[in-house]
Nanobody, 126 residues
Framework: QVRLVQSGGGLVQAGGSLRLSCAVS????????AAWFRQAPEKEREFVGG????????SYRDSVKGRFTISRDIAENTVFLQMNSLQPEDTAIYYC???????????????????WGQGTQVTVSS
């Protein structure tokens, strides 16, 4: 059984930082790409960033480039999203996702991911 369990998130003032974690069980990150998505109220789920199966390649949406960083720890089988310089427009529920295909690069379409975390609320106050 594949499970993605998220932690982190919460309420922060604009300019602050948060770190999200996504612990994966049932699959090893060594062979699978992973990504973070977010969904604000009344908006579609959007790609935030991802890491390739090799771990050496990352990709981000333009609005978070230079502020957000994705990393992973193979030993812990966990993916992280470090979010700095947070802005009110970053407010959303954040989800981690795992691509079950092996050796995939980063894909930005939510429907292409097979497993999802439970979601965690990130709220940035102005």
């Amino acid at each position: 059984q594949v499970r993605l369990v998220q932690s982190g998130g919460g309420l922060v003032q604009a300019g602050g930082s948060l770190r999200l974690s996504c612990a994966v069980s049932g699959r090893t990150l060594r062979y699978h790409a992973a990504a973070w998505f977010r969904q604000a109220p009344e908006k579609e789920r959007e790609f935030v960033g991802g890491v390739s199966w090799t771990g050496s390649s990352t990709s981000y949406r333009d609005s978070v480039k230079g502020r957000f960083t994705i990393s992973r720890d193979i030993a812990e089988n966990t993916v992280f999203l470090q979010m700095n310089s947070l802005q009110p427009e970053d407010t959303a529920i954040y989800y981690c996702a795992l691509d079950d295909d092996w050796y995939r690069t980063i894909r930005q379409i939510p429907n292409l991911y097979d497993y999802w975390g439970q979601g965690t609320q990130v709220t940035v106050s102005s």
